[in-house]
């Protein structure tokens, strides 16, 4: 294979971010006028899970799956999931009590702070289905590379 294996995570992350706008009816930021062209955190599918799943497959596929090096990737995977579905979650919440408090502020007071996102974070199944599509899509792009 000429491609460089740390390609594929990459490209496989990068497609499933690409694909959120055809998953998710609103892929832009909910913010404000200026930055609402932004994507936002979260959405289906998860590119977070994705790529997780991607390093993991390809190195299952190229070192094996009783490795040292897939033992460390499936650990990554965790602590990347762990982020997608709980971590995020609780900034998400912070943030919606940011908001909160920000409104009680006078009007021009309430300039002073930047936009916030209310939700952060990953449904699981928005987890489940980008880590279906890391897979698939590693397997799909091992084999047409090789």
Sequence with gaps: MTTPY????L???LATQFSK?????SW???????????PHYGGMPSAHSA????????????AGITSPVFAVAVVLAIII????????IFLGRHGQALVRLISLLPKEEQQAFPPLEKQLGHKPIEAIV?????????IVLLLVLK
């Design 130 to 138: 980008g880590a279906l599509i890391g897979v698939v899509l590693t």
């Design 28 to 38: 832009k930021s909910e913010m404000n006028d200026s930055v609402r062209h932004l």
């Design 81 to 88: 999931l762990d982020d997608a579905l709980r971590m995020r």
């Design 21 to 25: 706008r055809f998953f998710n009816r």
């Design 51 to 62: 790529f997780a799943f991607s390093m993991v497959t390809l190195v299952g596929y190229t």
């Design 11 to 13: 490209l496989v992350g």
């Design 6 to 9: 740390f390609l594929i995570p």
